[in-house]
């Protein structure tokens, strides 16, 4: 399986700023995605982040609250904007590899907001 | 209704025991199935993959799916301490997007 690695592992920001989380996967990968995760809570996908266009959020989700970008198949960025309380939460990077149904975590980034 | 229901835990079973944790679903569209261990502070780590019906082994854990009964379990034999860990299952029907379960938090004592 891939390696995949995050950064930063976890954060302290203010409200009101932005965070930009990177992944890094150790080899080239068809499918990479953003998750979050709230105490208590289900994994919830936040969206897709597609090789050279612009990525497929899921519901309740909006670019403008959590632009991604992904340059190549093994680089991706998250950026959590404008970020509230309600922010905090693990958010996790996950990926697919070709002709693969199962995916694969990164180790996550911790985020807190005051 | 959520679409996966887990039991959060937590449960805490002696070393030594077997442990089998489960979780129900009501989408039958589901075909594939699986089982992550989460560390404290780690990301999820896929411990079991199963496609459709029956039974897969590997090592001290085993996978068993009803989809008549749309009732999924993993099975530990032998637990120990560094079994301590939240176990989350997910489902797909096919598609990239997983159905995850909250995740039940286990403890073996040692």
């Known amino acids: 399986s891939a390696v995949i690695s995050q950064k930063p592992s976890r954060d302290i920001c203010q409200r009101g700023t932005s965070l930009t989380i990177q992944c890094q996967v150790d080899?080239?990968?068809?499918?990479m995605f953003w998750y979050r995760q709230q105490p208590g809570q289900s994994l919830t996908l936040i969206a897709t982040a597609n090789q050279g266009s612009e990525a497929t959020y899921e519901s309740g989700f909006v670019i403008d609250k959590f632009p991604i970008s992904r340059p190549n198949l093994t680089f991706s960025t998250l950026t959590v904007s404008n970020m509230s309380p309600e922010d905090s939460s693990i958010y996790l990077c996950?990926?697919?590899?070709?002709?693969?149904?199962?995916?694969?975590f990164g180790p996550g980034t911790r985020l807190l907001v005051l | 209704q959520k679409e996966v229901e887990q039991d959060p835990g937590p449960l805490s079973v002696p070393e030594g025991a077997i442990v089998s944790l489960n979780c129900t679903y009501s989408?039958?569209?589901?075909?594939?199935f699986m089982w992550y261990r989460q560390y404290s502070r780690k990301g999820p780590e896929l411990l079991m993959y199963t496609y459709s019906s029956g039974n897969k082994e590997d090592g001290r854990f085993t996978a068993q799916v009803d989809k008549s009964s749309k009732y999924i379990s993993l099975f530990i034999r032998d637990s120990q301490p560094s079994d301590s860990a939240t176990y989350l299952c997910a489902m797909t029907s096919g598609t990239y997007k997983y159905i995850f379960g909250t995740g039940t938090r286990l403890k073996v004592l040692a």
């Open positions: 080899s080239q990968v068809t499918m």
């Open positions: 996950s990926v697919r590899q070709g002709g693969q149904e199962t995916q694969y």
């Open positions: 989408n039958s569209a589901f075909q594939y």
